[in-house]
């Protein structure tokens, strides 16, 4: 019997845990041990306590489109999602003089909420610049994706200026953006890599000003997670080791020898590396080969102070403008943006916001925490280092990991991890693309807003969720002592809803049966769903006395009206005498198994038997044996 690997995982935000999950659930192919220096696990993940409210103050938001492989763990681990904002505004100092304010949350109030702006030609220029700045994206990328043989490595910069955008598009509009994504000062965003910045904007759906995906956020703040993770990493018998720093990592009798700052030593078979690429460098030291120094020693980080505080000075000056994130200005050593939190993650509060504000201009009042914190940045050089990781990938034992080998979020965090310990195992990469964006028909938009309406309206008791295909959340109703049943339907085609709200309950079984939706919970999520529907129906009748002299042929939804007259006069027209009997339930239990003697009844063809007793004693065993398997299931 071949002894286990030892495995030393070392950092332990989204891509060590992802990866020591990975190795983990891989059956005793790796005894794993997870080192993190800082108290807790999540690295980015961090969650405050503030008088028993939780406040996310790193990872904060994702959506079903560009993060499917974060979506698909977190359903995995049962963490529970709503639904977040992620609206912008930006309320900050041009270079030219005077103030712009704008924001996207509240329509045109918020658009203009600096009146001036609605009479400024160049304010409404800026918008037109918007819409054109699309199309030159989108052309861009088709025309680089086309012909790999044009350069990638012109910058940001470059492209606005072969572009010719205003200095307003620039200042009020294009580095906001970029500047609050990444955390970076001026001159770092004009800088960016221009393909990979356009190919983030593209992906994550940021060059349309409609048909943007839902934003949602972990329901109870991200720590949940992190404390899932760790449940079933311990469970599973990873060693994990918080507050202990990994100070250096070297070659020793064929494995590796982790030396932590305390002076304690471990000897490992392989290691992955779940840091900074610096940090990696740091703690390979002079056993860093070239190749290693070369790629990793491209991605660089810019730091940033981050205030968790109460001081509303520090959002627009118009409370029109109050977005999820508020840019206030950029200089040459940092970005300055507010996040809302309140908004962002969904919390009620009376008094005084909760807010997080990188690198303020000034110490803010209230403060509740500081933390400092790093971001990769989007550099041509990290662009083309990304590209030629491979190359150093498990070459000596050794497998690298993080965020910044993609955009630099959770979800290329988790990739990175779940792709080194697949490496590591000799596995094939099982990694998710991002989904195709649901994208309903007119028809289908109405049909959807109608049977949202209608949900909301009669679930009341319970919890069900409809996740579509790449994109939005509904969710009605809520879990209580009533009720504690909840079932989450994922839609793949927007069929559902026209068959929904055209043939009520009896479309929404044709929808199941046709594919149009199925259960995240594959076990309980139908039964689930019955429940709902069920206690809805009964707590319906017992406070509406119209509803309880409902019959079962009236629709709940008016608009199903034409397809329930159709099935009552299909229900009248196969009334039970003797002849129709018999061709009922020969429709209904043709399942044939030639020469099968009728002792073999109900799964005996029935349009063979032709004794009236026969065909009374086989429906009976079908009806038992079918209550029988539902008890048993």
């Known amino acids: 019997m071949e002894e286990e690997m030892r495995v030393a995982v070392v950092g332990a935000g989204v891509s060590g845990l992802a990866a020591a999950h990975e190795l983990a659930r891989a059956g005793g192919a790796a005894r794993v041990t997870v080192y993190e220096a800082e108290e807790s696990l999540g690295g980015h993940a961090r969650t ?9 103050l790193g990872f904060m938001v994702f959506n079903r489109v560009t993060y499917p492989n974060m979506l698909e763990w977190f359903e995995e681990l049962g963490v529970e999602m709503e639904i977040s904002d992620m609206s912008l505004s930006v309320s900050t100092q041009l270079s030219g003089g005077g103030r712009c304010e704008w924001g996207s949350r509240n329509g045109l109030s918020g658009l203009l909420a600096q009146k001036s702006n609605a009479l400024r030609p160049a304010f409404w220029h800026m918008i037109r610049e918007i819409l054109k700045f699309k199309e030159d994206a989108l052309k861009y990328l088709e025309d680089h994706e ?20 205003s200095q307003l598009f620039q200042e009020a509009y294009l580095i906001p953006i970029c500047a609050s994504i990444w955390s970076c000062p001026l001159q770092g965003v004009l800088g960016f890599s221009a393909f990979f910045v356009l190919s983030f904007c593209r992906n994550h759906h940021l060059l349309q000003i409609f048909g943007r995906p839902q934003w949602l956020t972990v329901k109870g703040r991200s720590h949940t997670y992190v404390n899932k993770v760790r449940e079933e990493l311990e469970s599973m018998g990873c060693q994990i080791k918080t507050s202990c720093q990994v100070k250096s990592v070297s070659n020793f009798e064929g494995g590796y020898k982790v030396l932590e ?4 030593e471990e000897v490992y078979d392989k290691i992955i590396f ?22 990793l020693g491209a991605f660089q980080y810019v730091h940033s102070d981050i205030y968790l505080h109460r001081d509303d000075t520090l959002m627009p000056q118009n409370p029109s403008a109050w977005s999820a994130w508020n840019f206030l200005r950029t200089t ?18 009376t008094g005084r916001p909760f807010l997080v504000t990188l690198n303020p201009p000034h110490v803010p009042d209230h403060v509740l925490l500081k933390w400092n914190t790093g971001h990769p940045v989007p550099s041509v050089a990290a662009a083309k280092a990304s590209l030629e990781l491979q190359q150093i990938q498990g070459n000596r034992g050794i497998w690298f990991c993080g965020a910044y080998q993609g955009y630099g979020f959770h979800e290329d ?14 596995q094939k990469s099982s990694l998710l693309l991002n989904p195709k964006q649901m994208v309903p028909s007119w028809t289908e938009c109405g049909a959807r807003l109608l049977v949202t309406r209608f949900l909301n309206q009669y679930v009341t008791i319970g919890n069900m969720t409809i996740l579509e295909e790449g994109g939005t959340m509904f969710s009605f109703g809520e879990v209580d002592k009533k009720c504690l049943v909840k079932t989450v339907l994922r839609v793949h085609d927007p069929l559902f809803y026209w068959k929904v709200a055209t043939e009520a309950d009896l479309g929404m079984a044709d929808a199941y049966i046709n594919g149009y939706f199925s259960f995240v919970d594959k076990r309980e999520g139908l039964l689930n769903l019955f429940l709902i529907l069920i206690a809805n129906r009964d707590a319906q009748k017992s406070s509406n006395s119209a509803a309880s002299k409902r019959g079962w042929w009236t629709p709940m939804l008016l608009t199903a009206g034409i397809a329930s007259a159709k099935y009552f006069l299909r229900h009248i027209s196969r009334k039970n005498t003797v002849t129709q009997t018999r061709r009922n339930i020969s429709q209904h239990y043709d399942l044939v198994i030639p020469n099968a003697p009728s002792s073999c009844c109900p799964r005996l063809c029935l349009n063979v038997l032709t004794d009236k007793s026969q065909i009374l004693k086989c429906a009976c065993r079908v009806m038992i044996s079918s209550r029988f398997s539902w008890i048993h299931r």
């Open 261 to 264: 700052v305390s002076g304690s």
């Open 146 to 165: 086309s012909n790999p043989d044009l350069d990638r490595h012109e910058t940001l910069g470059q492209f606005i200026q072969t572009h010719g955008y």
């Open 413 to 426: 965090g988790l990739k990175a991890g779940k792709s080194a310990a697949q490496g590591l195992l000799g």
């Open 332 to 349: 040459s050593s940092g970005v300055s943006v507010t996040y809302w939190l309140n908004l962002l993650q969904n919390i009620e509060s």
């Open 48 to 56: 405050a306590d503030v008088d028993g409210v939780h406040l996310d």
């Open 274 to 295: 779940g840091a900074h690429a610096p940090d990696v460098l740091r703690m390979l030291g002079d056993e860093a080969t070239h190749e290693e120094l070369r790629i």
